[in-house]
């Protein structure tokens, strides 16, 4: 739940025009009141307060009064408070009218997930985990499977979301939150349904049915004529910390009786009838939740003569509801009688319903629908000057930290589950692994909440999240830890027990490290290992010596990076002996110890000169030139193509207005900026650590020219590339910014001699990327031209094309011809009394240290590259020391291990999943609907044979030559280093459909396009892939492989 804000002019205009009714063919509106309750999980109160206060109470509530009468209905949405519930509060009777509800449709599971994800700052990773999980536990214990989607709060829409809910067997798709002028328009022209193709390479084969909630979103009128309490809002307001003992609540609105019931008849059946007229056909989605009587809003008055604008902002708006269902329903139930009675008069008619009973009746009309390419919805806004931007860079530690958490659990999945087929009777418990691998799930799918990982959210649910994040890796990190090191058989020695072969080095101290390559592609890359001695050689498990370069830190004075060239195969791992000594100068020819060479400080009005003293640094892919007189890139040339490109990179920052009464504010979710942005630093510092395995350039900002500490950073890693193998063409670059400055938002500016005229590129959640032109608004041009990053983004002309990747997610923007400039970090403040109350105001003085790969070439040249690099950058090597540096171990040598197998996809799939999920339902939906409702005990084992496999197509169609081809291959060859695969089945994104079983509604369009049948693999397990298509599969591999 966020600020609901509403013009408030045009709700007076259209409550007054709207109440003669209009109905379609005079027809009575068919009427369909969803009960529902928005329950956010997280926000302003913590998973458990809101547990405690109201949203256990709901499901409780709820299943009492269903079972008073067949005719109620209600939604679940969040599964996370309802498994909660399920798990800890609900009692046997419960239990057993919840399946009983369930069966008979009356309490209908919507969207399915752990949580209602948001769609602008997350990956496509993670929503397919939370999806899966939801879906998982809905289907093991109901037999169950979502059809609709009912995503009515996330901050924009992302055309990505439709394509992942049609692959998990949706049949519609509901989104609210547009940009208030588009919505406007939408509502006047009845186009706020539609088939969405949301992948222009998929088109119809993906295609969604969308229902595009009109103004008043998931709420109900608020406002009551005969009344100040509230209106359809009769169990009040949800008290925290405590539910209120005798059940009163504040702000209940007045009960229906004889007195009142022809007022609130009357409120109601006017704004049904002024939803109808946005509409096509007569039925009527009225979501049941009640709203804030405008006498408890702050409204803040900021007035545009041209527009004359006010803003509103809900208190709690319409969440938290049905805790008390009792007095929802029996004041509901009468209302809706009475509206029935008179449905002649009214020229309505009213009935409980669930989302699909709406989607049906709409399906049944039979209509043309209006189809919409691969555009999303984003960015979003609700007013003039409420750009929710901002919160594509809010709390950027969270962010951070939940992508690496996810990063974590894909390294882990996979190694269990190579685990699991490789060694099924191994020291490792199955039960133990699986609940650490079920806690990152959970924690991970939980951040993903649309005012989670967002940064909406207040400080204490941000330390929430952070705390289940790092205690779940914590757990996953002692799982890798137990699979990689113990014995996988009795007589095999465990990873410390081995001894390295080594010759030529002085006795002196040594460390193990573990390198897991969790991508099914082969790579040679540079890792980077933290040491505390100056001089070190590397060997591999054979006793070879490795390439490697030692130097200072760039983060401290007191460490060392050890950078080694790793040659890694696909979901292979490989150990590494690191051997110290104190004497710098005494490690192997192998290893480079490398020196800073340090350039004077230069402030800001030293730029005159600038173009003069140019520093080259090389390799086979990039010359980069760096500007002595301002310690700034000033060019970099594409070696290939001999094509030079002006370039400097430095920090600015955009100063935010903190004072309400003078003039619009930025928060965690707006980002309004106080004017242009100016440069955040007066002075510059550079090193340039030149060296055989990678050339370090590191750059220091300081405030002002006579500060000691520095308050940004920047820190490029060039390979050198001695290696053919070892690809040239990424600069990596890291940053320190913090602790900010209040009331700054700080941006990374690269700014080239590109002629992209402001229009840029910027994918939806990792999955495709979108074409962003620059767009010239009456007011807020510079916030509403801001698009949320999370893997990558680029500007480009005719001859080449600049691409960052990222390792979490931001806002980015073109502001000027060659500029792209990323929001690295915020810290907010400001007197907004709903901000002040809800302790929203994004004081955040944290040190952020985010990551950018830089890619520059040919739009083909980068093309082939940047879907795998920023996949690479997700998903980098996992890096595990195994001990701190000790005496070298003396014994005997032991008996070899087999090496791992490796597992190599073509480079244009990835594997995006290979996990063993543990669900234990049956693939045949008869037999799962026979053990649900067998009424025997349902608390079966986790099936640990089942394995989960998603394979996905990087390519868009055409964007390639030979990249974006369809691939076909053999699945029993892929496969065959983790084991022998004996059976294979097609199943739904989630896994609960047998994909031959799955048959989701055809809408009518103008273009009638077919969809493609099904292709399921042949019995020698062939599968062809096609551009941007993800197939899913279980797999079930013969047992002791190796």
């Not at 011809?817 to 929001?823: A, D, F, P």
Request: glycine share 6%.
């Amino acid at each position: 739940m966020e600020p609901t804000d509403m013009r408030c002019v045009v709700v007076t205009v259209f409550v007054f025009c709207c109440s003669l009714g209009v109905t379609h063919e005079n027809k009575p509106i068919q009427t369909f009141i969803i009960p529902h309750s928005h329950m956010d999980v997280g926000w302003v109160y913590t998973i458990q307060e809101s547990m405690h206060a109201y949203a256990a109470n709901v499901y409780s509530s709820v299943t009492e009064e269903l079972s008073k009468l067949k005719d109620r209905k209600f939604i679940a949405v969040e599964q996370e408070f309802f498994r909660l519930w399920w798990d800890a509060v609900a009692s046997d009777n419960q239990k057993k009218q919840v399946r009983q509800l369930v069966k008979e449709g009356r309490l209908e599971f919507i969207i399915g997930g752990q949580v209602m994800h948001d769609e602008a700052v997350t990956d496509l990773d993670d929503q397919i985990l939370q999806m899966t999980e939801g879906h998982g536990f809905l289907y093991e214990t109901f037999g169950v499977r979502p059809r609709f989607s009912w995503h009515v709060d996330p901050f924009g829409a992302s055309a990505t979301t439709p394509v992942l809910f049609a692959l998990a067997g949706f049949n519609a798709h509901l989104i609210s939150r547009i940009d208030y002028d588009l919505k406007d328009t939408m509502q006047h022209n009845k186009k706020l349904q539609f088939v969405w193709r949301g992948s222009g390479s998929l088109k119809a084969q993906q295609e969604m049915f969308t229902h595009t909630m009109d103004q008043f979103s998931y709420c109900t009128p608020s406002h009551l004529p005969f009344s100040n309490s509230s209106g359809f809002y009769w169990n009040g307001v949800a008290l925290f910390p405590d539910p209120p003992k005798d059940g009163v609540y504040p702000n209940m609105s007045l009960p229906v009786t004889k007195e009142t019931v022809q007022a609130y008849a009357k409120t109601m059946v006017e704004n049904i009838k002024q939803r109808a007229a946005w509409f096509r056909t007569n039925h009527v989605l009225w979501p049941w939740v009640g709203r804030q009587n405008c006498n408890e809003l702050f409204t803040y008055k900021n007035i545009v003569s041209a527009l004359n604008v006010c803003w509103i902002f809900v208190f709690q708006g319409c969440d938290k509801q049905f805790y008390n269902s009792s007095v929802q329903f029996s004041n509901m139930d009468p209302l809706m009688k009475y509206i029935n009675q008179n449905s002649e008069e009214f020229g309505v008619t009213v009935q409980y319903a669930t989302l699909s009973e709406y989607f049906q009746a709409v399906y049944r009309s039979d209509l043309v629908w209006e189809v919409r390419g691969s555009q999303d919805f984003l960015p979003y806004s609700t007013e003039p000057y409420q750009a929710w931007t901002g919160f594509y860079a809010s709390r950027n530690v969270l962010k951070g930290v939940a992508r690496r958490a996810s990063s974590k659990l894909h390294a882990a999945e996979t190694l269990f589950a190579r685990y699991r087929i490789s060694f099924p009777d191994g020291p490792v418990a199955k039960d133990w692994a699986l609940d650490k691998l079920r806690s990152l799930r959970w924690a991970v799918s939980e951040v993903q909440h649309h005012d989670g990982i967002t940064g909406t959210e207040s400080p204490k649910v941000a330390d929430m999240y952070l705390q289940h994040l790092t205690q779940a890796m914590m757990g996953v990190e002692e799982l890798l830890a137990a699979l990689l090191l113990l014995p996988h058989f009795l007589q095999t020695p465990g990873v410390l027990q081995r001894r390295y072969h080594r010759t030529d080095v002085q006795e002196a101290l040594e460390q193990h490290v573990l390198i897991y390559n969790p991508l099914a592609w082969n790579i040679t890359t540079v890792v980077n290992v933290t040491v505390t001695l100056p001089s070190a050689a590397v060997f591999d498990d054979d006793g070879q010596p490795v390439a490697a370069q030692i130097q200072t830190s760039a983060q401290s004075n007191t460490t060392y990076d050890l950078f080694m060239v790793v040659k890694l195969g696909g979901l292979q791992y490989r150990k590494y002996l690191i051997k110290f000594t104190e004497k710098p100068g005494a490690g192997k020819p192998d290893s480079y110890e490398a020196k800073r060479v340090r350039f004077e400080r230069r402030g800001v009005t030293d730029r005159a000169r600038s173009g003069r003293r140019l520093v080259p640094v090389l390799n086979q892919c990039y010359e980069l030139m760096f500007d002595r007189d301002t310690n700034l890139l000033h060019s970099v040339t594409y070696l290939p193509e001999k094509r030079r490109v002006r370039m400097t990179q430095d920090f600015w920052e955009y100063d935010a207005n903190g004072d309400v009464k003078a003039g619009p504010i930025s928060d965690n979710y707006v980002f309004s900026a106080n004017g242009s942005a100016t440069r955040a630093y007066k002075a510059a510092e550079m090193e340039i650590v030149p060296g055989k395995i990678v050339t370090e350039i590191r750059q220091y900002f300081f405030r002002e020219e006579s500060d000691e500490d520095y308050a940004y950073s920047i820190t490029t890693r060039v390979p050198e590339c001695f290696e053919a193998t070892l690809p040239c063409h990424r600069l990596e670059q890291s940053y320190s910014l913090g602790p900010l400055r209040l009331n700054t938002e700080v941006v990374l500016r690269t700014s080239s001699s590109l002629k992209n005229d402001r229009t840029l590129y910027t994918d939806d959640n990792g999955y495709q990327m979108m074409k962003r032109t620059y767009r010239k608004f009456t007011n807020n041009t510079l916030a509403r031209n801001y698009f949320p990053m999370v893997r990558a983004a680029y500007i480009e002309d005719e001859l080449g094309r600049l691409v960052l990747l990222s390792d979490r997610a931001h806002g980015v923007s073109s502001q000027a011809n060659g500029q792209l400039e990323v929001m690295l970090h915020r810290r907010l403040w400001n007197d907004l009394p709903w901000n002040l109350g809800y302790n929203l105001t994004l004081n955040d003085s944290s040190v952020v240290r985010p990551t950018l790969w830089m890619m520059l070439g040919s739009r083909n040249a980068t093309a082939r590259l940047h879907q795998r690099e920023a996949i690479e950058l997700q998903h980098r090597p996992l890096v595990m020391p195994i001990d701190q540096p000790q005496e070298p171990r003396q014994g005997k040598e032991p008996r070899e291990t087999s090496a791992m197998l490796s597992v190599v996809l073509p480079p244009n799939l990835h594997l995006l999943s290979l996990a063993i999920p543990g669900w234990n339902y049956s693939s045949n939906h008869d037999v799962q609907l026979h053990r649900v409702h067998s009424g025997t005990d349902l608390q079966v084992e986790p099936d640990y044979d089942r394995v989960l496999l998603r394979i996905m197509h990087l390519f868009e169609e055409g964007e390639d030559e030979e990249l974006s081809k369809p691939v076909t291959i053999n699945l029993k060859d892929v496969l065959r280093g983790v084991g022998e695969v004996r059976a294979l089945e097609e199943r739904s994104l989630t896994g609960t459909w047998n994909i031959t079983s799955l048959q989701r509604w055809k809408w009518k369009t103008a273009d009638n396009l077919e969809r493609k049948n099904q292709r399921c693999p042949d019995e020698d397990f062939t599968v062809t892939i096609s551009p941007k298509e993800i197939r899913t599969f279980f797999v079930h591999f013969g047992s002791g492989n190796f």
